[in-house]
């Protein structure tokens, strides 16, 4: 049964009495947050007075867009056409959107627009000419889209009606998706379906799907898209694939949201086109300056490149003896005449066996900072090693002083359970964003630094790592869909906290009945802590399995490179666990500022969340709450497993109030998680106590099988493996 | 803006005069031809005063299926809820489903139940004490599913609701899709996405899709599914795999659909469990036998084993000696206790490079022919070669006689233009289907063969393989569904016109207006013939590309094996054109009996259908219409293309009376294969003009490019492609 009608149903069912299982409301998640629902009464009363017709800016593929997402949504939640007046007369109840220039209205309300910039906005509630009408105004059309996004989330979130009073502007200039979609369909670490590019169809057929992800882009304000893999096939500068990304492009643009591609800095050889792909060598510069050009005659308003160099095996300028900055350089050059940025990723290592990956990355960038053009940004992952469930900052927020830094977040939960998990990522970025680096004395934090509040930046701008794909609610589960949200809103306002965006997700996807959102919140922001302590607590990290990352494997350490090897980063022994980083050690610690190197030093430090991190430490080492780590390991992953129980408990007193297809996934999902922290919990354990030669700490069950048969384990086909 | 509640709107609309841009009628075409839409008057009350209430039969898994589907479509046909009336008291309007076992009331009808079998139905509007209704009567659950199914056919075919006579039981009893699924989700010459088996969140998380699936196959009576590609993993056979293709057993069980499994020749030791896979060793034999214990015991109604050996790279018996009899019966014994069934492909070729590729399938399975277990099926390609747009019958057909053959038609488009062009596959069906193979004297047709009445067989069955995959709409583009609805309706009964069924389909999927179904079947009857005279006119075959057989390849001439080349099949060279498969040469003809035979032998027999398949001929061969053969195939060409054009005209003229999205996908995918039969027109003739010396026919234009552009053309990244 579908899901507009359902709910009208189940409203007219209230009145008529009628009611079967047929009318029942049930709901696949396409929609995502952009659910509009008949409204019950007396809401829609009320929303109906206050939206009686709309009054809109002259038209432009942007007005136009906020047009139809205005008469969309008020004609789902009200069940009724509300007109356009053309005319430009007003009334009570009048919606008015526009700029001072294509709704000359807008200047005679003399509303707040000199402070909202290029992409702000303001909705108020105001009288005007006697008549109370509702002003969404902005200096741009898309400004003008985002307050209509707002006015609705304000709408949808239970706001009233007639007092509307939001005026934001972004605090970046840059808030992009990377797609690690592959031109053959598969995604890098997608756990969601196919790409949603189908390059076969493109660009004669327009997926309304594409028109959808724009608009849900620019409803949480992100304005640029990476549409293929950082580990790019050269194949995309061809015509044939700039003809496809052109016609996204295009569909994109009402949007506000710009097309970024990554590039394989061996393009010109690897098409065949050049012998060699040195950035020194004068044709291989032409050859980009060339194929740049054709890109922009291509893609007019192109966003720029990213690139992945010397890393994992990709090409880079390394394969020819030049640094990353003549690499760099060399393609900023390329995009500068057209007004393009370069990306350059930091993420880097497997220098030489003996040092610690986690410094690698710094270790690289830092003599080359300040010798980058202007028109280059260095992408830093969030911490030193790889979207673990929780890693300390990377020292580059802080060290980084010359060059303009781009977050970069995963979204996709390569290494936090992936499909199944229920992880809400967004007290995970706020502990990023949030954290004091102390570069420039205290109050230094990452969000300040990203913000160029700290270090001058001309550019801004922050990236996560998308988990889109072609699952009809677009993330493989309802849940995953936050994660994709709580990054828009932190692009847009790194300082916004991690539970109101969860409420607002909360009352926009399910209801805004108070105890059921107080209950999800709940769930939401628990569960990171809950997924880290059966998963990697105490600052362990990179314990899973090989290539699919699917599951634990503490064990692992036969590949080829130490660095891969979770034995690497564990560290156990008969006699303790973790990783030295202190000055005795790698003294990777050196790398932060004095003060966060010294909290380092100090095991305490932190709730001991980087723990093993940074300090090996014997298994009787005594924790602050008096257990030995050997007893608190062992506590922490009964706790995460537990934490999954209670978020079970929660999603089944919640059965009334959620459709079906919905809760029984979610349902479904909690008992593979439960399942799966048990296995993290018993399999971790097993090792850690065969290594520390320790039975399991007094009143601990044993491990349900033997650790032979966890090592014993292995998956053929687990999903977004590039292996 | 969602389905049936813009349909609703569009209704409401005509009553009050409201209307708007937002309440516009979209559709995604995930209901496919199961799509139930509220009804205008007066169809709406004619339906409702025939539909007042539901009495069924005793609640089963089956039964409530059947109720389920009912409530569902009344409800979104009538915009209400039809009653249950669980005291089996009946009205004037009430709808009666049962068998006389779970529903008294059936036996006191007195209907002809007894010619209907185990699957059949019968469906009646009469009245009983003096109340007018309906009976959906059937000797079993399933039986009166299917009914459900017939009815509301005839419901949404416009049928008068008060008149209904329908009964009817399948013609064979096998009616299965072959899935190319592999257990990474990716689909063998797949164009709709990726595979709907989310391998990963099974058991636990049962897709809505699934049931959907379900569903949909039991509307068109099929009855079983194999879910992975013949090029099978060894892994769908451990424990892992089976639990999860059990639980998909169990969704699909009510709704009459059984589970087989293509399973791996080399299984045994290919996990590792044993040295060897020979068939003639006990061992081999015992694991077989405890393994297809083993997938009883996940599966109690486990349908059987679909093998492909020794062929295109797969292990088989062969590999140690062994004959495919030895190879099947083996797997036929470890089957038979269990009622299961082994389905054995004959598709095989390359025994040496000397023979002729048509010949090999019929050379090495007629000598074993009545050497095979009672419960082996040889499942038959309907041509010698592989899903040609079109080819001459497989002459196994009427020549194995005592091994019933299983048809196995090709719906997923792989030779036929894949995701973008329209091709309706019921003509080409029917031509196989009807084909007259003289074995037993005239009238010993496919169709007949296939049921059993020329050559005895035990059981009966034909299968295809899916287009289907994760695209919201199933199958990559409306009409490539009714391929998936004309293969269910041929397999209930190979007797049936491609005509009627493309009928039936389009009143479901768009509407009954007579002028749009009229124009639409026009379409659909013309679009394979158009498509064979654009690609492979006059009998050629295998033209493709190479690997992923995407667009032309008439010079390919390169591959390892002979018969993988384009010019192993159209010996084009100066002199002339075509494969001489007459007597004095590969004699290929004397596989067919000798009326046929002769009627192949013939160069203008079937209207030069087959020609260049079993004629070598010159260019000036003298064609039945007075052309030389080399201006014919110019000729022909261009009608192809011209057939496209006049596609697209007529969809054009539709516009008014289809929904936005379908109809835009629809335009643009005929825009794709517009340009695509140029290519294929131009490509094609460039090669041959080049190979015959000769230029183009007289008032014939250019290619648009030249040979070696064409030649130049590459994908890397074509869908479907398993290389």
């Given amino acids: 049964m579908n899901i507009l009608l359902s709910h ?3 409203l007219e069912a ?18 995502l947050w952009l659910r509009y629902r008949p409204l019950a009464e007396p809401r829609r009363s009320a929303v109906e007075k206050a939206v009686r017709a709309f009054v809109l800016g002259a038209a432009s593929p942007t007005m136009t867009a906020a047009r139809e997402e205005l008469e969309r949504a008020f004609f789902a939640m009200l069940v009724k056409c ?17 700029t001072p220039e294509n709704l000359p209205l807008i200047s005679a309300l003399d509303l707040p627009l000199s402070d909202l910039g290029k992409e702000g906005y303001c909705v108020s509630s105001l009288t005007h000419d006697g008549k109370r009408v509702t002003a969404i105004a902005a200096n741009t059309d898309i400004g003008v889209l985002y307050g209509c996004f707002a006015f609705l989330r304000h709408i949808q979130t239970g706001g009233d009606p007639a007092k509307v009073d939001l005026a934001a502007a972004p605090k970046l200039d840059l808030r992009l998706l990377n797609h690690w979609d592959n031109l053959d369909g598969s995604v890098e670490r997608g756990y969601a379906g196919y790409s949603i590019w189908d390059w076969w169809t493109l660009p004669d057929y327009v997926n309304k799907r594409y028109i959808d992800y724009a608009r849900v882009n620019a409803s949480i304000g992100l304005n640029g898209t990476v549409l293929n893999n950082v580990n790019a096939a050269p194949d995309i500068l061809s015509d044939f694939y700039l003809e496809k990304a052109a016609k996204l492009a295009d569909v994109f643009r009402p949007y506000g949201l710009k097309v970024f591609l990554s590039v394989n800095f061996a393009s ?10 040195d950035p020194a060598d004068p044709a291989v510069k032409q050859w980009w300056k060339d194929k740049t050009r054709d890109v922009y005659r291509w893609i007019p308003d192109f966003g720029g490149f990213l690139v992945k160099a010397n890393s994992e095996g990709q090409p880079g300028p390394g394969d020819y003896g030049r640094s990353h900055a003549e690499g760099a350089n060399m393609l900023a050059d390329a995009l500068a005449p057209h007004g393009g940025i370069l990306i350059w990723r930091s993420f880097v290592y497997a220098s030489d ?29 969030n911490g030193p090693i790889d ?18 830094l781009v977050m970069e977040f995963q979204i996709t939960k390569e290494y936090l359970g992936q499909t199944a998990h229920l992880a809400y990522l967004g007290p995970a970025f706020e502990e990023v964003l949030k954290f004091d680096t102390h570069a420039r004395g205290p109050g230094s934090t990452v969000s300040r630094i990203l913000k160029g509040e700290i270090f001058p930046q001309k550019v801004t701008g922050i990236a996560a790592v ?6 009809r609610d677009w993330t493989g589960g309802t849940f995953n869909q936050a994660n994709w949200y709580v990054f828009g809103r932190m692009a847009w306002d790194p300082d916004e906290t991690a539970a109101a965006i969860a409420e607002d997700w909360v009352k926009m996807t399910f209801t805004d009945e108070a105890g059921f959102v107080r209950t999800v919140v709940d769930m939401m922001i628990g569960s990171h802590e809950t997924l880290v302590n059966y998963m990697m607590p105490y600052g362990l990290h990179h314990q899973v399995a090989t290539s699919h990352h699917y599951g634990p494997g503490p064990w692992v350490s036969e590949l080829d490179r130490p660095e891969w090897n979770p034995t690497y980063y564990n560290r156990a022994d008969e006699n303790g666990i973790g990783f030295n980083r202190l000055a005795n050690g790698s003294n990777a610690v050196a790398q932060y500022s004095p003060e966060v190197a010294a909290k380092f030093a100090d095991p305490h430090a932190f709730g001991e969340r980087y723990l093993l991190w940074f300090h090996h430490v014997p298994w009787d080492f005594p924790l602050t709450c008096g257990k030995t780590l050997w007893e608190g390991l062992a506590a922490r992953y009964d706790k995460g497993v537990e934490g999954v129980a209670q978020m079970i408990a929660s999603w089944e007193s919640l059965r009334p ?18 399942r799966e922290a048990q296995w993290w919990r018993d399999a971790c354990l097993a090792y850690f106590s065969a290594t520390s030669g320790r039975p399991l700490p007094e009143g601990h069950a044993e491990p349900a099988h033997t650790l032979e048969y966890y090592r014993s384990i292995h998956f053929r086909f687990a999903p977004g493996d590039p292996a």
Avoid at 19 to 26: G, R
Avoid at 388 to 393: F, G, K, L, S, T
Avoid at 661 to 673: D, G, N, T, Y
């Fill in 14 to 31: 209230a009145k008529s009495g009628q009611n079967c299982a047929a009318s029942a409301v049930d709901e696949d998640g396409y929609d």
């Fill in 657 to 674: 109030q959620v459709d079906s297809q919905r809760f029984e996934q979610v349902r479904a999902f909690l008992k593979i998680q439960h």
């Fill in 387 to 404: 979207f673990q469930p929780r890693e300390p900052v990377s020292p580059s927020f802080g060290q980084i002083t010359e060059t303009p």
């Fill in 8 to 10: 009208l149903l189940t």
């Fill in 353 to 381: 066996p003996g040092t610690d990956r986690a410094t690698e990355a710094l270790s690289e960038f830092k003599p080359l900072d300040g010798t980058f053009r202007n028109n280059v940004l260095l992408q830093v992952k």
């Fill in 268 to 277: 010109p050889s690897a098409l065949g086109e050049l012998a060699t792909s």
């Fill in 82 to 98: 509300v007109p356009v007046l053309d005319d430009g007369a007003i009334c009570d109840g009048a919606v008015l959107a526009g």
């Fill in 466 to 471: 998308a988990n889109i794909g072609t699952d």
